[in-house]
């Protein structure tokens, strides 16, 4: 079953321009991921962040965690074009990880 | 490090035709791989885990006999869809856990490239 569940969003920004999207999730989790998939292609790690922790940052990236929300965000910084992308929050529970629906960014040049 | 290859990376067959998929940890130890399945704008879903030396354990919902997986070995995983129909096209992703990583908060996984299956 799917634990994370992203707010189903298509953004469309302007290059330079912030670009946040939220998850939530049902159960309680050891860990939260995001990933990013460009079109036709494989998943790639972007970050985790742990169960205890409630924001961290890596690079342009900065993702947020409530668990007492059971939610997650992911912001980017400085958009550039080849952050066009879908987004995936997946959260770690049962020995296993759980994705969300994801959220299609495109960053216009 | 830490690369997942797949092979093919697309494949297009005739219903009622098997197709194998093969996933491959090329630096690391995997002593369980999980195959996903994704359909077009949609999320991944996870089809079954993989462990080396034993059974699949598969998720709900999910035909074990349709989707054989194999765990030969701890540098490779087998998907093979038997006796394919249009509506199993669809990408199918590995991802491998890395020998010795445990099941800790830490864990993390390293996904393939996919592969798109097409089923005529």
């Known amino acids: 079953s799917q634990q994370g569940e992203e707010d189903p969003q298509a953004l469309s920004i302007q290059e330079g321009e912030n670009a946040t999207m939220n998850c939530s999730y049902k159960?309680?989790?050891?860990?939260l991921q995001w990933y990013r998939q460009n079109s036709g292609r494989g998943l790639v790690h972007l970050i985790l962040?742990?169960?205890?922790?409630r924001e961290k940052h890596s690079g342009r990236l900065r993702v947020t965690l409530d668990t007492s929300k059971k939610s997650s965000s992911l912001l980017i910084t400085a958009s550039r074009a080849a952050d066009t992308a879908s987004y995936f929050c997946?959260?770690?529970?049962?020995?296993?990880?759980?994705f969300g629906k994801g959220n299609q960014v495109v960053v216009i040049p | 490090g830490a690369v997942v290859s797949q092979h093919p990376s697309w494949v297009i067959c005739k219903s009622g035709t098997s197709v194998k998929i093969e996933c491959r940890s090329l630096?690391?130890?995997?002593?369980?791989m999980f195959w996903y399945r994704q359909f077009p704008k949609q999320s991944l879903m996870l089809m079954a885990t993989?462990?080396?030396?034993?059974?699949?354990?598969?998720e709900q919902g999910v035909e074990k006999d349709k989707f054989l997986i194999n765990h030969a070995s701890l540098t490779l995983s087998t998907l093979t869809v038997t006796s394919a129909h249009p509506e199993d096209s669809s990408f199918y992703i590995c991802?491998?856990?890395?020998f010795g990583a445990g099941t800790g908060p830490y864990n993390e996984q390293f996904f393939g490239p996919g592969t798109r299956l097409t089923v005529l």
């Open positions: 991802s491998a856990r890395r």
């Open positions: 159960t309680s989790i050891n860990n």
């Open positions: 962040i742990r169960s205890n922790e």
């Open positions: 997946a959260t770690y529970g049962n020995n296993r990880l759980a």
């Open positions: 630096d690391f130890q995997a002593t369980t």
């Open positions: 993989s462990n080396e030396g034993s059974k699949a354990t598969y």
